[in-house]
């Protein structure tokens, strides 16, 4: 389904929002670093201040950043196809799903602060607040990202380069965001129980 | 041709960023001590015998960085004009990146006249006061990263809308100026942190944060040049089908 | 390499499991040993993996942007689960 030259077809299959992946990732890693070598020498604080982040609402949010990613992928695969009408709806699932990692996450600060964990009281807080907070900000660009394309793009014409490179750049992006929480889930919830 | 050229000025704006980068390198990082900043854990008394140790230097450095600010509002206009050629039909890009040029040009301005006016009174002011005052500048400094952020992100969503086959700033140009303004939005966190890489000196707002603003200026400062010599050709090929 | 819904669906399929293996592995808690939090992040790690490759179609991208994203993946890895495994 796909036409036009051959820097057409590269700027749809690799477009360039590659280069802000990349940055972000990498700076990503960095504030790892900062966490895990300010963790070094009060592991002891870190691990017991983890405990009282609740595991499951995590998983539960990583299975639905997971599903949200899957149902975006799928919307690019009909916009491939050239199926405009498909990949909207595919679009508007992922949107529903992936709305109640947002509600979870507020839920999530809000129990948190109610229970007297804010970003001072100690270092393991701070960073927690920092990441999530962080990646919170990514998702929400996400989701913009997401309505804006349901609701400004023009779904009959799917099958034009500068569409189709929309829809295949903001899946990129909101698959980052999923991708930074693989890292960000097990390293603040799931190792510290160990 | 040489009299209808409306490139005539180009190449002092476009060298007014470099100039400018030089400038606050030398002025407000070396000679201002900031290469890291002060920490803002130390104590008052430490903080004035650190100020009058260094008084006529930082002096010396915040008066070149105020001298040399406007060259960054000059370069600003630069980009300006070639976001102008990059999207010709609509100009609110390229005119949101020169007010977030020029009032980035008031970060600059603004905390080193504070900063003068520390080392200024250093001999006969309260160390607390002083430190008061330093610490303050910092807050314009750092907080004040959001016209920088609406200029990179102005930046990068004009150059990306560029219809050329190859883009006058390549892609991942434009991808590095919308990501480093949107980090910027690190800075928040600043005045919350006296240590540790979150406070002004540490490793993630001073090395990576802080430094992120002169590494993208860099980057573009380059293809800034780039960008008006690919201009300029198509200038001259217009030029010469119209003769 | 076109990537189809199938491929996608057995991807997410294989996510969800590796995501709730993980979570009953750390939930064992000191129980199954040191060895786990290794375990976890290779989890982690091949879940990252395989969204960079299948989701987001890095495949597409020259050798170099694969390198790049390799030493980022291995790097983030290595980190976290190394300094949970020796500071205790």
């Given at each position: 389904?796909?036409?036009?030259?051959?820097?057409?077809?590269?700027?749809?299959?690799?477009?360039?929002?590659?280069?802000?992946?990349?940055?972000?990732?990498?700076?990503?890693?960095?504030?790892?670093?900062?966490?895990?070598?300010?963790?070094?020498?009060?592991?002891?604080?870190?691990?017991?201040?983890?405990?009282?982040?609740?595991?499951?609402?995590?998983?539960?949010?990583?299975?639905?950043?997971?599903?949200?990613?899957?149902?975006?992928?799928?919307?690019?695969?009909?916009?491939?196809?050239?199926?405009?009408?498909?990949?909207?709806?595919?679009?508007?699932?992922?949107?529903a799903v992936s709305s109640a990692f947002g509600a979870i996450k507020l839920y999530e600060y809000s129990a948190k602060?109610?229970?007297?964990?804010?970003?001072?009281?100690?270092?393991?807080?701070?960073?927690?607040?920092?990441?999530?907070?962080?990646?919170?900000?990514?998702?929400?660009?996400?989701?913009?990202?997401?309505?804006?394309?349901?609701?400004?793009?023009?779904?009959?014409?799917?099958?034009?380069?500068?569409?189709?490179?929309?829809?295949?750049?903001?899946?990129?992006?909101?698959?980052?965001?999923?991708?930074?929480?693989?890292?960000?889930?097990?390293?603040?919830?799931?190792?510290?129980?160990? | 041709?040489?009299?209808?050229?409306?490139?005539?000025?180009?190449?002092?704006?476009?060298?007014?960023?470099?100039?400018?980068?030089?400038?606050?390198?030398?002025?407000?990082?070396?000679?201002?001590?900031?290469?890291?900043?002060?920490?803002?854990?130390?104590?008052?008394?430490?903080?004035?015998?650190?100020?009058?140790?260094?008084?006529?230097?930082?002096?010396?450095?915040?008066?070149?960085?105020?001298?040399?600010?406007?060259?960054?509002?000059?370069?600003?206009?630069?980009?300006?004009?070639?976001?102008?050629?990059?999207?010709?039909?609509?100009?609110?890009?390229?005119?949101?990146?020169?007010?977030?040029?020029?009032?980035?040009?008031?970060?600059?301005?603004?905390?080193?006249?504070?900063?003068?006016?520390?080392?200024?009174?250093?001999?006969?002011?309260?160390?607390?006061?002083?430190?008061?005052?330093?610490?303050?500048?910092?807050?314009?400094?750092?907080?004040?990263?959001?016209?920088?952020?609406?200029?990179?992100?102005?930046?990068?969503?004009?150059?990306?809308?560029?219809?050329?086959?190859?883009?006058?700033?390549?892609?991942?140009?434009?991808?590095?100026?919308?990501?480093?303004?949107?980090?910027?939005?690190?800075?928040?966190?600043?005045?919350?942190?006296?240590?540790?890489?979150?406070?002004?000196?540490?490793?993630?707002?001073?090395?990576?944060?802080?430094?992120?603003?002169?590494?993208?200026?860099?980057?573009?400062?380059?293809?800034?040049?780039?960008?008006?010599?690919?201009?300029?050709?198509?200038?001259?090929?217009?030029?010469?089908?119209?003769? | 390499?076109?990537?189809?819904?199938?491929?996608?669906?057995?991807?997410?399929?294989?996510?969800?499991?590796?995501?709730?293996?993980?979570?009953?592995?750390?939930?064992?808690?000191?129980?199954?040993?040191?060895?786990?939090?290794?375990?976890?992040?290779?989890?982690?790690?091949?879940?990252?993996?395989?969204?960079?490759?299948?989701?987001?179609?890095?495949?597409?991208?020259?050798?170099?942007?694969?390198?790049?994203?390799?030493?980022?993946?291995?790097?983030?890895?290595?980190?976290?689960?190394?300094?949970?495994?020796?500071?205790?």
């Open positions: 389904m796909q036409s036009g030259t051959a820097a057409d077809r590269a700027s749809v299959n690799f477009p360039s929002i590659w280069a802000f992946i990349l940055a972000d990732c990498f700076s990503f890693a960095i504030l790892f670093t900062i966490v895990m070598t300010e963790r070094i020498g009060q592991s002891d604080l870190f691990d017991k201040a983890a405990r009282h982040l609740d595991a499951q609402l995590g998983l539960v949010n990583t299975l639905i950043l997971i599903t949200g990613s899957w149902l975006v992928a799928l919307a690019v695969v009909a916009a491939r196809r050239g199926d405009g009408a498909g990949a909207r709806k595919w679009l508007l699932a992922a949107i602060i109610g229970a007297g964990f804010t970003p001072i009281t100690n270092d393991f807080f701070t960073y927690y607040y920092m990441l999530t907070g962080l990646h919170f900000l990514h998702y929400i660009g996400g989701m913009a990202a997401l309505i804006a394309l349901v609701f400004n793009l023009d779904f009959s014409k799917v099958s034009e380069t500068s569409v189709l490179r929309w829809i295949v750049s903001v899946g990129i992006f909101w698959h980052m965001v999923d991708l930074l929480w693989l890292f960000i889930y097990p390293m603040l919830y799931l190792l510290p129980l160990i | 041709m040489t009299e209808r050229d409306p490139y005539r000025y180009m190449g002092v704006l476009a060298w007014s960023g470099p100039i400018f980068l030089l400038g606050a390198i030398l002025g407000w990082a070396v000679l201002g001590h900031n290469l890291p900043p002060y920490s803002p854990a130390r104590s008052p008394e430490e903080f004035l015998e650190f100020i009058q140790t260094n008084q006529y230097q930082i002096q010396l450095g915040m008066i070149i960085m105020m001298t040399v600010a406007p060259l960054y509002l000059m370069w600003g206009y630069a980009v300006t004009r070639i976001m102008q050629k990059a999207d010709a039909y609509n100009d609110i890009m390229a005119t949101l990146q020169l007010w977030g040029a020029g009032f980035t040009m008031l970060v600059f301005f603004v905390p080193c006249g504070l900063w003068i006016g520390v080392t200024f009174r250093a001999d006969s002011m309260d160390a607390a006061s002083l430190r008061f005052m330093f610490d303050t500048a910092w807050m314009f400094f750092d907080t004040g990263f959001s016209p920088v952020t609406m200029q990179f992100c102005a930046f990068g969503v004009c150059f990306l809308s560029d219809p050329r086959e190859v883009p006058l700033m390549p892609r991942w140009v434009s991808w590095l100026g919308i990501w480093v303004g949107i980090s910027f939005f690190v800075f928040m966190l600043m005045p919350f942190f006296k240590e540790g890489p979150l406070a002004r000196d540490g490793m993630l707002m001073f090395w990576i944060e802080f430094s992120l603003f002169f590494w993208f200026l860099v980057i573009a400062c380059v293809y800034v040049f780039k960008a008006i010599g690919k201009l300029k050709a198509e200038h001259a090929a217009s030029g010469a089908v119209a003769a | 390499m076109i990537t189809t819904a199938r491929t996608l669906t057995i991807t997410w399929i294989a996510l969800i499991v590796a995501t709730v293996a993980a979570f009953v592995l750390c939930e064992m808690g000191t129980d199954v040993g040191r060895w786990a939090i290794w375990a976890a992040m290779l989890i982690a790690a091949l879940k990252a993996g395989v969204v960079l490759h299948v989701f987001m179609e890095l495949h597409e991208g020259t050798i170099a942007w694969k390198l790049a994203f390799g030493v980022w993946l291995s790097f983030c890895t290595v980190l976290i689960a190394g300094l949970y495994y020796f500071t205790t």
